[in-house]
């Protein structure tokens, strides 16, 4: 075969079809950096946009033969951007459902016919007052929690808690705040 430079897609092509391993090493010398700036604009991350051109290949192994492309480096850019767009998608998905069960775990607190609670105002100082009559350590971890939306393994490892801890604490807070509200006359 031709040096690595000179290889064309042809001959690459015709590696694939025989199922030569070889296919993929010359696919990388001759698209690999292609590859990654294709995945990297999209992805930000070194380290995602790496995975991302390791995906690429294997799709590119599986898929030729059957698909013959014309121009290799334009076929494997095309599966390199949608892998990437992919898993853009799926991360922003599991960050949508991550908030939003967070979201769910604390306004299950909050009665949902309090009159009260139209006030975002009245809310927020409720809370306030809630928090300041709290130790520090837990008004973190709920800060953490329900403002940054952290993970419990994350604050766990913050605050230096196994993560079953953390979630104990989350569950004790959040009744306790619960009971707060009805002290504070805010029930539905």
């Given at each position: ?42 992805l930000r991350s070194n380290e995602d946009a790496e ?138």
């Amino acid at each position: 075969m031709a040096s690595k430079a000179n290889v064309t897609d042809a001959q690459i092509l015709e590696l694939y079809r025989q199922r030569s391993e070889s296919a993929i090493s010359a696919t990388e010398d001759k698209y690999g950096r292609l590859f990654y700036s294709t995945a990297f604009g999209i992805l930000r991350s070194n380290e995602d946009a790496e995975e991302c051109v390791n995906d690429t290949y294997v799709k590119l192994w599986g898929s030729i033969p059957p698909n013959e492309p014309e121009n290799l480096g334009a076929f494997g850019c095309r599966i390199a951007r949608n892998t990437a767009l992919n898993r853009v998608r799926a991360e922003n998905a599991e960050k949508r459902a991550h908030s939003e069960a967070v979201s769910d775990e604390l306004f299950d607190c909050i009665p949902q016919d309090a009159p009260d609670f139209a006030d975002v105002t009245a809310l927020s100082t409720a809370l306030n007052r809630f928090l300041s009559s709290e130790p520090p350590d837990r008004r973190i971890i709920f800060v953490r929690r329900y403002f940054y939306m952290d993970t419990t393994r994350e604050i766990a490892k913050l605050m230096h808690m196994t993560d079953a801890a953390v979630r104990m604490k989350l569950m004790r807070l959040r009744a306790k705040f619960k009971k707060f509200l009805k002290k504070e006359g805010i029930e539905g």
